[in-house]
């Protein structure tokens, strides 16, 4: 039986133990951040990071085309998701768009890290202390941004991370995924709580097969890195570069993708569409009368391939 | 004999039995998930638990407090929404209410359940009313036949938090049966436990239905809140099953026998029993103390000298308005009085000790009142 899934059960394996604190030093370092703290999930983590920049009664920009668990997790925040158009060529919110949306209401702007975004202008467009990354199976490093939201493992091993620099932004968020008890507290059991915080805490088991889950985000990461250079069926796809574990985002620049997709299926490849567009659908508001020219162009566009 | 408080020789230094309890058993189903981390455990302990306590549908999930905020979403409570709650509990069931946006209501508690007590929660409806979280604090369950008659009577939901009451019976049948649903904790002080966890049951099928499509990611019309349980933790929920039901007979036997050893005393005492109340889960045994009887010395330092005795006692709950962030207007009298003066609870695996274990609470206790004097001098 695996070394460290023992050893947890036989020392701890309750509230926020020691694997779980040390799986988010871990993280830190890894990312070079001051806090990074481990939740149930990914979506926990995007929900202790909105919670802490106080999200709720106010507006939290988003790109319409990006993974479902943002806009769930602003509507679970009580915040109202305000979509923008994203960037073709990074997949990833577009700054001008964004900057569009900004009001003296916007609490937050997220940004999914399916290519590189530019977040540089994102942070000049939207302010450093506004600006949340999020990125699923990869670790992208961020300097730019007020927080970071990573999801990575499969199955019982996935975990959320969220990480920031801000001392007192991580004692926000960290109450948040604790019944309201700030971190500088410390682990007492007579902790006061400061804030109204919910349970987000992640389990000691994933957490005691971390450096496993890593190890393999790091070697699928370096597989998917070698098909960037690939030549694909059409001379118009490119790899929307981001190294992720177990999929690799393609990009068709031209008009036909249909065909592209049908020649990237021929070679074998497990093709799917990665998202449809959020801002249409009933339940996060359905504004059908916007136009979002590369959201409605991704989403034939882009091709997700399992490697 | 002098009090430990006060320098003396305390009754005991032995720890209590450690909790949670683990074997092989927890081991082989850790060992199952890590070798297919997508391994479905969840299905099979609901499967279990839907046995167990008889109800159609359960649904596991990552929490306790969670399973409360699924429940309230899935029957469309929120901003504006009432929810009416007991303030002498854990913050979870008040943090779930305003997590999803909703406004909570507090209504006093019974001063001999300390569970919430029905004529104030009717006085507390009001039009925006749209649930009653009733908790059965300490895992006896809240009175469900007048708290269903309220809910049925002016068409609102009744939602057990039964975070501590896992096994609980009323009237025989489980806690779990009654009312909309019932949200129920795993996590690591529970009687039933694997670290983090939670479980919702309900006999409504359509409501099952929508937990299961919030769950799973959403669909058009409903949010997505991906709270499932992890798979370890399903694991070791297969394993702790197994060990369940005999855990929770050896605590109501432990229980019976505090109650014969109490309530003799009149200064302390047991919590009445109900003969409705067929299986209290005593995930915590109350002991009421009545600063009356003790001549001047406090409720708290009655229970502190009781601590340095070396016996795992506290003063319980403070009531949900003394926390910071909590704002909400509060006419609860009883509760003040419990938080404030009375309650006091033994910790969780005090009732798996063993019988001398259990003789040594009660020699504790009797030797603090039996040197009240000395400790009302200090
Ligand atoms: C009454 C009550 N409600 C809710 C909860 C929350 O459960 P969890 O810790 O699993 O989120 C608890 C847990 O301590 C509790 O005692």
Known sequence: MNKALKETLNHAWGTIGPRSVDGGTLIAQRLGVSHALLTYSVQAALEAVLRGLDVEGFEVILPAYCDRILADTVLMAGATPVFADIDYRTGCLSPMSAERYITARTRAVLCEALGQPDLTALAYAAGRERLVLYARDALPKTEECAAAVYGIGCGANHIGIAAVDDTAMFDRIYAAHNCGRPYTSGASESVVNTRIGGNLRVSEFPCAVLSETLAALDRDAAACEKLLSNEWPCPRMRAVHLPTAGTLLLRCDGIRCETCREALVKRGYAVERPYTALHRLPVFGGHSDEEFENTVRAETGYFRIRI | ?378
């Not at chain 2, 009754?11 to 981390?37: G, N, S």
């Not at chain 2, 104030?120 to 039009?127: F, G």
Request: proline share 7%; charged share 20%; aromatic share 8%.
């Open chain 2, 1 to 378: 004999m002098r009090l430990a408080v006060l320098g003396g020789k305390p009754i005991r230094k032995k720890p209590y039995p450690r909790w949670p309890i683990h074997d092989h058993t927890e081991e082989a189903a850790l060992d199952r998930v890590y070798r297919t981390p997508t391994l479905d455990e969840s299905s099979r302990f609901a499967e279990w638990y839907a046995n167990y306590c008889g109800v159609p549908y359960v649904l596991p999930t990552a929490s306790g407090t969670v399973s409360i905020e699924l429940i309230l979403r899935a029957l469309g409570i929120g901003r504006g929404d009432e929810v009416i709650l007991p303030p002498y509990t854990f913050i979870a069931s008040y943090a779930a209410i305003r997590f999803i946006g909703a406004v909570p209501v507090f209504a006093d508690i019974l001063p001999d359940s300390y569970n919430i007590d029905p004529a104030d929660v009717e006085r507390k409806i009001t039009p925006h009313t749209r649930a009653i979280l009733a908790v059965s604090v300490g895992g006896r369950p809240a009175d469900c036949d007048a708290l269903g008659a309220i809910a049925e009577k002016h068409n609102i939901a009744l939602i057990h938090d039964a975070a501590q009451a896992v096994g609980a019976t009323w009237r025989g049948v489980s806690i779990a049966a009654y009312g909309t649903a019932a949200a129920f904790s795993c996590q690591n002080s529970k009687n039933l436990t694997c670290g983090e966890g939670g479980i919702i049951t309900t006999t409504d099928a359509v409501l099952h239905e929508t937990l299961r499509v919030i769950v799973s990611g959403g669909d058009d019309t409903h949010i997505g809140v991906r709270a499932g349980i992890n798979g370890y933790c399903a694991g070791i929920l297969n394993a702790q099953s197994a060990r369940f039901p005999e855990q929770l007979r050896y605590r109501q036997e432990s229980a019976a026998y505090l109650d014969a050893h109490l309530a003799p005393l009149g200064y302390v005492s047991p919590m009445p029993g109900d003969p409705r109340v067929t299986s209290n889960a005593y995930h915590l045994y109350f002991i009421r103390i009545h600063e009356d009887k003790l001549r001047g010395v406090t409720r708290d330092r009655f229970v502190e000298a009781v601590v340095a005795e070396g016996i795992p006692l506290t003063t319980g709950y403070r009531p949900l308005y003394a926390t910071p962030g909590v704002n909400e207007p509060h006419n609860t009298p009883v509760t003040d009085y419990v938080a404030g003066h009375e309650g006091a609870w033994l910790a969780p695996p005090t009732l798996l000790g063993t019988p001398d274990d259990l003789a040594d609470v009660v020699r504790a206790i009797e030797k603090v009142y039996d040197n009240l004097d000395a400790l009302r001098e200090v």
